[in-house]
Structures are given as C-alpha cells and as structure tokens.
C-alpha cells in the first residue's frame, strides 16, 4: 500500500525522512517485533524505490525545533509554521500529523 501510495508521486530527487524511535518501556515481545517489523517494511519500500531514507531520532529533530516531548507543542508548533493549515493540527488525534510535518521541515532546515 505504501509503495503504490509513493508511485502516485514524482519521487525523483526524493528523500524521506523516518523518525527513528525504539520500543516504549511496557511494552511486549510481540509489540516490539509488531514495531520493528514495521519500520524495516517502510524502509524496504523506500529502498525498492530507489527514495533514499535519513532516519532521525525524536530526541534529535525535537530539540532541533526546541519542542518538548508532548503532542500539543507539536501541533502548535505546525500550526504555527503553516497558519494557513492551522486547522489540519487543530484536534488532540491531528498530532501524528503535525509531527511528520515537523518531520519534514526539520529535514528541510537541517540538510
């Protein structure tokens, strides 16, 4: 789904950014594997199409934007930055959304 999701796209001259997390204290075994599995599929995928990946931690692209840790500064931060879009980070569940925005610009900012 990914990769026809990315060929919709012109990917030349692409490159992604992945936030490179690790597994949450608590977790389980199976979640953990879950997680894993998952991000070296997304990594896969961008490798078959030839779309070179910059992993970056949370802890690194946050403090590069002097964000803390929780959601809400994410999607004022978003907000913000794009104040046109500021309602695509209004809602508590838009901040996955905000945070790969930010992603993306910390990738911008930081090349």
């Known amino acids: 789904m990914l990769a026809s999701e990315l060929r919709l796209y012109n ?3 692409t490159v992604a950014v992945v936030e490179q997390v690790n597994a949450m204290p608590g977790q389980g075994v199976s979640s953990m594997f879950s997680f ?3 991000y070296g599929v997304v990594l ?3 490798a078959g199409l030839s779309i070179p990946a910059t992993a970056v931690t949370p802890a690194i692209w946050k403090k590069a934007l002097k964000l803390n840790s929780g959601k ?3 999607r004022a931060k978003a907000a913000q930055l794009w104040p046109s879009h500021a ?3 209004k809602r508590v569940k838009d901040d996955g959304r905000a945070e790969a ?3 993306a610009y910390y990738r911008k900012t930081n090349d």
Do not use: I, R, S, T
């Open 11 to 13: 990917v030349a001259d």
């Open 36 to 38: 894993g599995q998952a």
């Open 101 to 103: 925005a930010l992603l």
């Open 44 to 46: 896969g995928v961008l």
């Open 72 to 74: 809400d500064a994410a």
């Open 87 to 89: 309602g695509e980070f």
